[in-house]
C-alpha cells in the first residue's frame, strides 16, 4: 500500500479514465487505469490500490462478477459501480454483494469525488496500520519502510500501557467496545487498532461520524432504504449494516445521536436484525461495534439524554483514553516524534527542540490533544528558519495564554488574600485599617523597587513617580533598612 492514495479505475472508456487522471491528479494521488476485466484483476494484484472505479459492462467480463472475485482477493478495498441509465437495480444487486457505493453515468466530477474520497478514507481506516508499540510487523523506532506508511499510536505512561492491554485483550473478542476521551486523544486510532487486531481483520471495516449526519440521512445511511420510502429516496439504498455483515462497524460520537436512532440501533445490537426505513422485510446482520465518544455517558444517562439500555450493550468492554496533558513524558517522546516526521514530509531540517521551547509546550493545555499538538507542530515547523526549535518559531501567540493565566490566577490569589486581611481586620475592630494596609503595600513596593534597583534611590524614586526626599521619609517611616531592602 503506498502513502498517497491509489485508485484503481476500469473501464473501457477512455473519457472515464482521463476524466479520473485529471481530477486526481499527480502527485496526491496515483491513478492505475485499466480497460478490461482481465489487466483490472492484474493491475488489483500488483498495485494494491485503496479503491476501486469499476464499470458494469466490460469487454470481457460483467463487472458484477468481476466484485465478487476483487472481494476473494481483498473484502478491504472498497469498490464502486459505475452503471448506466436502467442498470441501477443491478447497481442495487452489487451493493447487497459487498460493492460500496454506485453511480449512474453519466455524472459530474462534483457527483464522483465524494464518492471516491469517502472510499478512500474508508480504506485508510481499514487498511493503514494502527502499530502499537512493540508491534513484531514494525520493526526499528519508525523508520522502516512499514513504520512510515503506519501510523504509530505511542505511549509508555501507564495510563496508556493499560490502553494497549486492553485493546490486546478485547480485539480477539467480539465484545462490543466503548472508547471514551476528549476530542483527539486516539479514539479512531485505538478503534482501528482493534479491528486490525481482532478475527475480523480481513473483512469490512465501516466508520459513521454520528454527529456529522442529520438524523434522518443517519436513519438511512446506517440501515438503508427502500425506493419511495421518503422524497428523494428514488432508489433503493442499502445501508451500512447491511454492507457490514461480517466486519466491524465504528460509531463515531455516539453521545450525539438522537433517542429515536438510539432506539433503532439498540434494536438492531439485541436481536441483530433490521428493516430498511420503508421496508418490512427484516434483515439478517452480523456486526461488531466499536463506538466512541467525547461526551460523558454517566451524565448523559443522567440527564435522560442517553439510554442507559444502550450503554450497557455497547459497554461491553471499555477503553478510556486519558488527556494529553496527564501523559507525563510521553508529551516530549510525541512532540519529538511528530517533528522529525513532519520535518521529513515538509522538507524542512530538524535537529532539536529548545528546553524553552519545550517548556512552553509543556505548559500549554492542549484541549485539542494530539491532533492539536499534530497542527501546532506542523505550523512551528513551517515558520522555522532553523533546525533547532525556538519560542519564536511557534504560532503567534503561542504558550503567552498560559502566561497570562497563570499571572492572572496571581493576582485572583493576592487579591482574595488582600480581601481576607482586610476582613479580619474590620471583623477585629481596627480604626487603622487604611494606613496599614497602603503602608504593607509601600514596603513591599519600595523595598522591591530598591532592589531592583540596587538601592539607587534617584531610580528608584523616578520609577515610583515620587520625590526623593518623599522616598527617604517613606523608608525610614516604614522601618525600612539596607538589610530588608
Ligand atoms: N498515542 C498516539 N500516538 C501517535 N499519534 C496519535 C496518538 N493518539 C492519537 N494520535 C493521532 O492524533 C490524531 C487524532 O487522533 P484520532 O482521530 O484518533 O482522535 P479522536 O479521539 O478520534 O478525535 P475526535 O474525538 O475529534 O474524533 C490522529 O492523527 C492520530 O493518528
Known sequence: MNDRPTLLVIDDDPLILQCMQLCLPEPDYQVFTSTNATTGMESFRRHEPDAVLLDVQLPDQSGLALIHELRELDRRVPVILMTGHGTAETAITAMSGGAFEYITKPFEPDEILPLIDSALETSRMARRPAALPNDPKITGSGKSPVAARADLVLGSCPQMIEVFRSIGRVASR????????????????????????????????????????????LESELFGHEKGSFTGADQ???GKF???????????????????????????LQEKEFERVGGSRPIKTDVRIIAATNRDLKAAMNDGSFRSDLFYRLNEF??????????????????????????????????????????????????GNVRELQGVIKQTLLKASGPVIVPAFLPNGFGYESELESHHSVAIGWREGLAEDVRQRIAAGSFSVSSDIHDEADRILISEMLKATGNNLSEASSRLGISRPTLRSRIRALGLRPDTM
Open 174 to 217: 467480539e465484545a462490543a467496545v466503548l472508547i471514551l476521551g476528549e476530542t483527539g486523544t486516539g479514539k479512531e486510532v485505538v478503534a482501528r487498532a482493534i479491528y486490525q487486531h481482532s478475527q475480523r481483520h480481513d473483512q469490512v471495516f465501516h466508520a459513521i461520524n454520528c454527529a456529522a449526519i442529520p438524523e434522518a440521512l
Open 236 to 238: 433503493r439504498r442499502v
Open 242 to 268: 447491511e454492507l457490514c455483515d461480517g466486519g466491524t462497524l465504528f460509531l463515531d460520537e455516539i453521545g450525539d445521536m438522537s433517542p429515536v436512532m438510539q432506539t433503532k440501533l439498540l434494536r438492531v
Open 318 to 367: 471499555t477503553i478510556e483514553l486519558p488527556p494529553l496533558r496527564q501523559r507525563g513524558g510521553d508529551f516530549a517522546e510525541m512532540a519529538e516524534h511528530f517533528f522529525a516526521l513532519y520535518a521529513t514530509q515538509l522538507g524542512k531540517d530538524f535537529v532539536s527542540i529548545a528546553p524553552e521551547t519545550m517548556q512552553r509546550l509543556l505548559a500549554h493545555p492542549w484541549p
